[in-house]
């Protein structure tokens, strides 16, 4: 019987059930990842030295005698890239699945309505003004700034007659996302030092190569806060997936609740466009097929995305790897080739359901 | 190809040799240019008989026509500049591309200093009322289309990446320019530098460093493999460049894991200052590279990011300054700059 299989018959049984099997799975599967992530690399270090190194991280001592160099190649070069990659994947998953059932439209993830470009957009200022050298958190809180600033504009200007409409805020997503596009352009134009000029192209690139410790710590305090209240406003998600008056009715404020949801989710891509550049889809189809799995349900669907997300980033980041090594191949586009057509598919049945796009 | 290029050489050095003059504003041909003429294996001439005016060359943007010598040139490249300063008198180059004067990238940055700084925008290049512009492979068509719109001759070509190339470049230009016999000695001063070099290299034996050359930009690492200048630039200068024999082409992304894999013995740091200095502290206190030979022997060197960067005999500068770093017998060797035109 098959993993889907098993968690579909799940369906009908209670919450915490599905919720621990779906979670096991996913901790197993993260953890078989990791191994996987950690093994594979230019250099080659023997699989019971890769695994002999995680448990001693995990306090087991295994007897395993690991030389210095592939220790310090483990503990320096693979697994602070390997952690931002599951932080990276994790934050964009949620923003995504956050966003989707925020705006009720299964087409919205950070990239779609421009907060990815506003966190793209804080980045770049912080390099080109030179924040970003004089102060190391300068490019994740513009970032952030960055990413809430342009989710905001979108929100306030999809409200037509004070009610929400979603085709505004496709469209108004993608203007945004346009105009923050032409402001990363223009600061490529002006900007007059050339370093910062070649900074921020290279940042532009994305990717996770070279990822320090030091990335671990600006990221994951944010992101991992950030995560962890998303998670707790599930049950605010489900409501809101019903509908306003629904959602009204049942003691939640709208006009408090939908600013913290944006403001969370805005946070944590932020500050992972800061860390890896702009990174397309992940936050559209992760939540996407752990929702066809495991349901529309937002207790299950949250933390199962941020486990599925990061999985799904370390699993993308090494094929980067290692797909033409000992080059680096861009890990943005991995997730790009594989969200592209996914996002078609779903705008085909998305037609076929509606008739409409 | 490289044999035709060899035998054009070897004619150069000849014609070089006898000290004839290959100008003139007619059709008449120099008798040892008759006999062995070294511009009939420059790619790019029409008819390397003709040394007078108008003179035909097939380039980038097809078979374009120079009426008369060119007195105001205007180039919208490093390479094509540092080609042109090695040709022609200064006083001829109008406005230069804002790289050029940029000393960290550029070998003509002092003498260009006082001109006037050139974009490509058709409209700046035509205000400088050039007889003839010349463009890289990399400039847009439009560019070009714009340019011969309001009646400015552009020859678009190719800068070579490979030794063979370069002296093509420079013969090429020459003609173009009406300087064959500038080009010519000035290609035999490239020729018998290169020879000097590789007549070194050859008397090597035994084992050959192991070199890869990085750069960093924004936590990305690049390095140079086939195909590469600075992969050109480390096998001219006798040594083994990792990143190739690894299989890279070009200058791809790698991770310091790759760094350790590859094992080298020196590394080449090519970017400007301060951040190479910044790259190369990384590089000695980063404990996962402890041991690395380059590393583990202090092994890490600043290269002059002019003679890297650039795509143009001048890096070949490079390959002698790299081969002073590699060979511990080459140490003390004062190599002189390359001559100008007066």
């Known amino acids: 019987m098959s993993i889907v299989s098993l968690l579909k018959i799940s369906k009908h049984t209670s919450l915490v059930s599905r919720l621990a099997l779906a979670l096991s799975l996913l901790i197993a599967a993260l953890m078989i990842a990791v191994i996987i992530a950690v093994s594979l690399g230019p250099v080659s270090i023997p699989f019971s030295a890769t695994v002999s190194v995680i448990l001693s991280h995990l306090g087991i001592p295994t007897g395993v005698d690991v030389g210095v160099t592939d220790r310090r190649i483990i503990d320096y070069i693979r697994l602070p890239r390997i952690i931002v990659a599951g932080m990276v994947g994790l934050a964009l998953a949620l923003s995504g699945a956050t966003m989707q059932a925020l705006f009720r439209n299964p087409m919205a993830d950070p990239g779609i309505i421009g907060v990815s470009a506003g966190g793209a957009a804080g980045a770049v200022l912080s390099i080109a003004l030179g924040f970003s050298g004089n102060f190391y958190l300068a490019q994740p809180l513009l970032g952030f700034a960055g990413s809430m600033g342009a989710a905001f504009l979108v929100y306030f200007l999809s409200i037509i007659g004070g009610r929400f409409s979603m085709s505004t805020l496709l469209l108004v997503g993608i203007a945004v996302s346009s105009f923050l596009g032409a402001i990363i352009s223009t600061v490529l134009i002006i900007v007059p030092d050339t370093n910062s000029l070649r900074e921020i192209v290279f940042w532009l690139a994305g990717g996770l190569d070279s990822r320090t410790w030091e990335h671990v710590q600006i990221s994951a305090p944010f992101i991992l806060t950030g995560s962890t209240l998303l998670m707790l406003m599930s049950r605010e998600l489900n409501l809101l997936m019903i509908g306003d008056d629904e959602a009204r009715s049942m003691g939640i404020s709208l006009n408090i609740v939908r600013p913290i949801l944006l403001v969370l989710a805005s946070l944590i891509t932020g500050v992972a466009v800061s860390v890896s550049g702009t990174i397309a889809f992940v936050g559209l189809i992760v939540p996407h097929i752990i929702r066809l799995v495991v349901g529309p349900d937002h207790r299950i669907l949250m933390p199962v995305s941020a486990l599925g997300g990061a999985v799904f980033m370390i699993l993308a980041d090494t094929l980067a790897r290692i797909i033409i090594e000992p080059a680096e191949f861009s890990v943005g586009i991995i997730t790009s080739l594989i969200g592209a057509p996914f996002f078609l598919f779903l705008l085909i049945a998305n037609k076929r359901n509606t008739g409409s796009f | 190809m490289f044999n035709v290029l060899k035998l054009s050489l070897a004619a150069i050095l000849i014609?070089?040799?006898?000290?004839?003059?290959?100008?003139?504003?007619?059709?008449?041909?120099?008798?040892?240019?008759?006999?062995?003429?070294?511009?009939?294996?420059?790619k790019g001439i029409v008819d390397p008989d003709n040394h007078g005016w108008p003179r035909t060359v097939e380039v980038l943007n097809g078979k374009v026509t120079i009426p008369s010598k060119p007195q105001r040139i205007l180039t919208v490249s490093l390479g094509h500049d540092e080609v042109t300063y090695a040709l022609v008198p200064a006083q001829r180059v109008v406005a230069v591309g804002e790289f050029t004067k940029k000393d960290e990238y550029s070998n003509v940055?002092?003498?260009?200093?006082?001109?006037?700084v050139v974009t490509r925008d058709p409209e700046r290049i035509t205000s400088f009322n050039p007889d003839i512009v010349i463009v890289s492979a990399y400039s847009k068509p439009e560019l070009v289309a714009s340019l011969n719109n309001v009646g400015i001759l552009v020859v678009q070509t190719e800068l070579n990446n490979h030794f063979d190339g370069r002296v093509n470049d420079i013969l090429l230009m020459g003609y173009i320019y009406g300087e064959e016999q500038r080009a010519l000695a000035f290609a035999v001063e490239v020729t018998n530098r290169s020879k000097e070099l590789s007549e070194f290299v050859k008397g090597k034996t035994g084992v050959k460093p192991r070199v890869i050359s990085l750069v960093s930009f924004s936590d990305k690492i690049y390095t140079a493999g086939k195909d590469s200048t600075e992969g050109e630039i480390i096998e001219m200068a006798g040594a083994v460049n990792l990143a190739s024999e690894a299989g890279l082409e070009h200058n791809p992304i790698i991770s310091l894991e790759s760094v350790i894999a590859m094992s080298p013995d020196v590394i080449l740091v090519t970017e400007p200052e301060p951040s190479a200095s910044e790259f190369i502290q990384k590089l000695r206190t980063n404990k996962v590279l402890a041991e690395v030979p380059a590393v583990k022997n202090n092994r890490i060197y600043v290269a002059v990011p002019r003679y890297f960067t650039t795509l143009s005999f001048w890096n070949l500068r490079g390959a002698e300054e790299t081969a002073k770093i590699i060979w511990p017998e080459?140490?003390?060797?004062?190599?002189?700059?390359?001559?100008?035109?007066?």
């Open chain 2, 15 to 42: 014609f070089a040799s006898l000290g004839s003059s290959a100008c003139g504003d007619s059709r008449t041909v120099p008798t040892a240019v008759a006999s062995s003429n070294p511009f009939a294996a420059v």
């Open chain 2, 109 to 116: 940055a002092k003498m260009s200093k006082d001109l006037p």
């Open chain 2, 330 to 342: 080459l140490k003390d060797k004062q190599y002189q700059e390359f001559s100008f035109p007066r």
